[in-house]
T-cell receptor, first 113, second 114 residues
């Protein structure tokens, strides 16, 4: 079974801090994704990566950056955390073809105080 | 471009009743369609997918969905609801021109009453 592991289930940070969310997958998937999930807004794509060192902006990239130095690891970075970034963050991975489903981690619930 | 509409953000059924969760999509090319389930404090899990071939797709936990091209729909059904089916359900569409990205619906929360 594919396993997508997010480094923290719950995280509390302060406004202005630089925050790193880590995600690792064990199935050699080409594609990796970061979403945020907020009540009533569904899943919104922040960034995705289709290969090592390759990234593409999603629907809401402002205030975020990403890093993919190794195929199995995809990091989301909040450059200067703000309270409106309090949310559930979900990482996912998928194989290289478009008919492949995404496999999700259990999420990181991030609170910015 | 593609989009997904899930009709009804909340659906409530009695245990043992039919579950019907509605999903309509729009796309300019043949889509790949997925249903995912999310239990509280967990990520999404794949229930079933339609890529090509048979339009009636069976998934896990007794769920199935039928791809109807003429109606641009992919509704999710289960003949008899169980308490453990209470969760949030997401419909998603992917295209072969989209580099692996999916567009997700806003989700439908299913409540099962005893």
């Amino acid at each position: 079974d594919v396993k997508v592991t997010q480094s923290s289930r719950y995280l509390v940070k302060r406004t202005g801090e630089k925050v790193f969310l880590e995600c690792v997958q064990d199935m050699d998937h080409e594609n990796m994704f970061w979403y945020r999930q907020d009540p009533g807004l569904g899943l919104r794509l922040i960034y995705f990566s289709y290969d090592v060192k390759m990234k593409e902006k999603g629907d809401i990239p402002e205030g975020y950056s990403v890093s993919r130095e190794k195929k199995e690891r995809f990091s989301l970075i909040l450059e200067s955390a703000s309270t409106n970034q309090t949310s559930m963050y979900l990482c996912a991975s998928s194989g290289g073809t478009d008919n492949q489903p995404q496999h999700f981690g259990d999420g990181t619930r991030l609170s910015i105080l | 471009a593609q989009s997904v509409t899930q009709l009804g953000s909340h659906v409530s059924v009695s245990e043992g009743a039919l579950v019907l969760l509605r999903c309509n999509y729009s796309s300019s090319v043949p889509p790949y369609l997925f249903w995912y389930v999310q239990y509280p404090n967990q990520g999404l899990q794949l229930l079933l997918k339609y890529t090509t071939g048979a339009t009636l797709v069976k998934g896990i936990n007794g769920f199935e969905a039928e791809f109807k091209k003429s109606e641009t729909s992919f509704h999710l059904t289960k003949p008899s609801a169980h308490m453990s089916d209470a969760a949030e359900y997401f419909c998603a569409v992917s295209l072969n021109t989209n580099a692996g990205k999916s567009t997700f619906g806003d989700g439908t929360t299913l409540t099962v009453k005893p």
